[in-house]
């Protein structure tokens, strides 16, 4: 019998498969060789694909002429947008055909921040909470214990307010994204995900991740990270959500 898919399996289809590159990608315009150069300055275009002698061919800034595309150069239209993230950090730019094969979009990393890829990082952000908060509901029915006093004050009266609106949750469910980070560092539980984590490391993380998502929520216009910076964290956040679940001692 074919497993039921839960609500985690169903977000994590939305953000890493559904939600491909072209909702961040441009249309494509072609040039002829005779004022590329002279179009791609007046649009403040740094790539372009120009019409030499009937075949296309690419130019970016720095060339000294166009050149053959090459298969690097390609990027499928149905990539997932977090993936086209990834190769847009090790590439500038790539070209993108229709469902007919023809050239029609440009990706570059200018695009990356762009409001779909906001959602995708914010969207992977809430899984791994998600993900995390389960885990304390499944293998640590005395938490409380990891979190200080006011913390969970905090907690209890959102919880109590939540409850006197009639919203169907539990306490775990009103627990900060920090308050996660604590839970999971006492008995240094974070070793449970990889034991050669340390706890400087962890914070550090947790800390960032933290703030991107406050970044993120509040629409700020420069999220304080590198795309680098930003790809170590998905590359955290994904080292945890996919291995299986570990076993903490209460």
């Known amino acids: ?47 372009a694909i120009v019409n030499v002698d009937g075949a296309w061919m690419k130019f970016d800034d720095g060339d000294a002429a166009p050149s053959p595309l090459l298969e690097e150069d390609w990027m499928e239209a149905d990539t997932p947008l977090l993936i ?4 847009l950090i090790q590439r500038r730019r790539y070209f993108i055909k229709d469902e ?15 409001i779909p890829l906001r959602i995708g990082f914010f969207g992977l952000i809430s899984l791994f909470e998600t993900h995390l908060k389960d885990l304390i509901r499944k293998q640590l029915p005395h938490w409380e214990e990891s979190i200080t006093e006011n913390r969970l004050g905090q907690a209890r009266n959102l919880y109590e307010w939540k409850k006197a609106r009639g919203e169907e949750i539990d306490l775990v469910q009103c627990l900060q994204f920090g308050d996660l980070g604590s839970v999971f560092s006492k008995k240094q539980r974070f070793r449970k995900f990889e034991p050669d984590f340390s ?13 991107l998502r406050d970044e993120l929520a509040h629409s700020q216009s420069h999220l304080g990270f590198t795309w680098e910076e930003i790809d170590r964290m998905i590359i955290f956040i994904r080292g945890i959500i996919d291995r299986e679940d570990p076993v903490f001692e209460g």
């Open 1 to 47: 019998m074919k497993a039921r898919m839960n609500s985690m399996d169903r977000l994590r289809l939305l953000f890493e498969e559904q939600i491909n590159v072209l909702p961040i990608a441009e249309n494509l315009v072609l040039f002829d060789k005779s004022n590329f150069r002279e179009e791609m300055k007046k649009r403040n275009f740094h790539s």
């Open 100 to 114: 007919e094969g023809n050239l029609a979009y440009i990706v570059t990393r200018t695009d990356l921040d762009k």
């Open 84 to 87: 086209a993230f990834r190769m």
């Open 199 to 211: 706890r400087d490391n962890w914070v550090d993380m947790m800390n960032k991740i933290g703030r």
